[in-house]
């Protein structure tokens, strides 16, 4: 049993629960609007990142390679980096 120095105003079990529900629908996102990724470059390859920090694009090593992340062409089989 835990024991806090303070009494808690609200139940650490509802705490949980609306923290879990919230980091769910952020991950339930389907698909990210072009207008939230920032593309990440350098002079051989490049990222599109979400806001949140999601790599959902990206090339690697060359701008012409096939992509590693692809999650914003296709989320079920594109794979991310968060």
Not at 35 to 51: C, Q, V, Y
Request: some cysteine; proline content about 9%.
């Amino acid at each position: 049993m835990r024991k806090f120095l303070f009494k808690p105003s609200f139940p650490l079990e509802a705490i949980k629960q609306i923290f879990i529900s919230k980091m769910l629908d952020v991950l339930m996102i389907d698909y990210f609007p072009i207008e939230n990724h920032l593309p990440i470059l350098n002079n051989r390859s490049g990222a599109l990142i979400t806001n949140n920090g999601k790599i959902d694009f990206a090339c690697f090593p060359n701008f012409d390679s096939p992509p590693v992340f692809f999650s914003i062409l296709d989320k079920s089989k594109g794979g991310f980096l968060t």
